[in-house]
């Protein structure tokens, strides 16, 4: 194990004395998943750490000068940024580097996109997806656990005093080493396991709050994964097990960012709306990619007069319908006979009715619905299409 828990941590402190009030300042709590961490620099010395090494990145990088994509990603950021509640001097920055499908964030909040992920994004719900997982990095001041680490790894538990200090040149050092920014300016380490699941789990609930729909992450590590392969594995992918367990721990944690997510119906339109690049890269690969799964719009749930669910759908692309099926707790499930050709973002709902419940009554919790349907194209390539309402 990497990590260093809090409760080793309090060992190797006891054995130097006089450093004992440190304590209360080393440990620290991560934001959602109360993940214990050992932090050794102040907010204060992270964000200026922070900002020096954004600074490196930004002169080794090109900054993108296309109004459509600045204005994007900053509308998006600075929505994730206020759902955060972490007063930071954010900035978020696009960087002009089609071949890299990746993003980054430093301490402070400092938050880099580079344009490669916009074709994988696709929507500006799916770069909100990207955007909040690095603002979730920053909320769990992952930056300075990681720099902590490094101090420890390298001074041992002289790292306190120097931490607490601040003014060794060592410590911008170790921060520079500690981002990957010491040898190879430029090039950011990828972060570990624990943290990329936690920025991915903070993420939901922020694009949530944000008022973006949470299942285009699903959807947006569903295309990443089709990416892998192809090309350079972007810090995402690089630290995980597999994109394939990153989609069901995400698919998991959905309940739990749902209920933050209540759009407005522009909210809901912005959240599919293409991104500005996006369109022109996809025209530039030779060969035409399958069609992605269509993302299921929409997430509104109604409790019928006569005791029954009503779920409420639509889908971001014309397609013609072929069934569906509804899975609810209790070992609820109910097959849905429907056969119709959808518009795109047209509404359809389907009613589940008090029969189809243990007692008449639709019991909450979360109601998985699966569309089934084909594409509407000469192939008529076959696909379903799935979305989870938390019903209370
Ligand atoms: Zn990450």
Not at 284 to 300: L, N
Request: one cysteine or more; hydrophobic letters at 45%.
């Amino acid at each position: 194990m990497r990590r260093i828990g809090c409760v080793r941590w309090e060992v190797l402190v006891l054995a130097v004395a006089t450093l004992l009030t440190a304590l209360g300042a080393a440990c620290a709590t991560a934001p959602l998943t109360q993940r214990s961490q050992l932090i050794l620099v102040s907010r204060a010395e992270e964000a200026q750490l922070g900002t020096q090494a954004f600074d490196a990145v930004s002169k080794k990088g090109k900054r993108s000068r296309d109004p459509a994509q600045i204005a994007v990603v900053e509308r998006i950021g600075n929505r994730i940024a206020a759902a955060s509640g972490i007063q930071a001097n954010w900035e978020f920055a696009v960087f002009e580097d089609d071949k890299t499908v990746n993003a980054f964030a430093l301490p402070g909040g400092k938050v880099g996109v580079y344009t490669g992920i916009f074709r994988v994004a696709e929507t500006e719900a799916g770069l909100a997806a990207v955007l909040a997982h690095e603002v979730g990095h920053v909320m769990a001041r992952h930056g300075a656990e990681r720099l902590s680490q490094g101090l420890l790894a390298q001074f041992g538990a002289a790292a306190i005093q120097i931490g607490m200090a601040g003014k060794d040149p060592g410590v911008t050092r170790g921060v520079l080493e500690a981002y990957g920014l010491g040898a190879t300016v430029g090039v950011l380490l990828p972060w570990g396991r624990t943290q990329e699941s936690e920025a991915d789990r903070i993420g939901l609930v922020l694009m949530a709050r944000a008022g973006y729909d949470p299942h285009a992450a699903l959807s947006l590590w569903e295309r990443m994964q089709k990416t892998e392969g192809r090309q350079r594995a972007p810090e995402f992918l690089s630290t995980h097990p597999g994109p394939g367990r990153r989609i069901e721990s995400i698919r998991a944690w959905l309940p739990e960012a749902l209920p933050y997510y209540r759009p407005t119906p522009e909210q809901v339109a912005e959240g599919g709306q293409f991104l500005p690049a996006a369109g022109t890269m996809r025209r530039a690969v030779a060969a035409p990619a399958p069609p992605s799964t269509p993302a299921i719009r929409e997430g509104r749930w109604e409790r019928e007069a006569t005791a029954g669910l009503r779920f409420v759908f639509a889908l971001d692309r014309p397609v013609a319908l072929q069934g569906a099926e509804i899975r609810g707790p209790e070992g609820i499930i109910y097959q849905v006979f429907l056969e119709a050709r959808l518009e795109a973002n047209q509404r359809e709902a389907i009613t589940l009715p008090p029969e189809a419940m243990p007692g008449g009554v639709p019991p909450a919790g979360t109601y998985t619905l699966t569309i089934k349907g084909r594409f509407p194209d000469p192939a008529g390539q076959p696909f379903t299409a799935e979305r989870a309402y938390a019903v209370r």
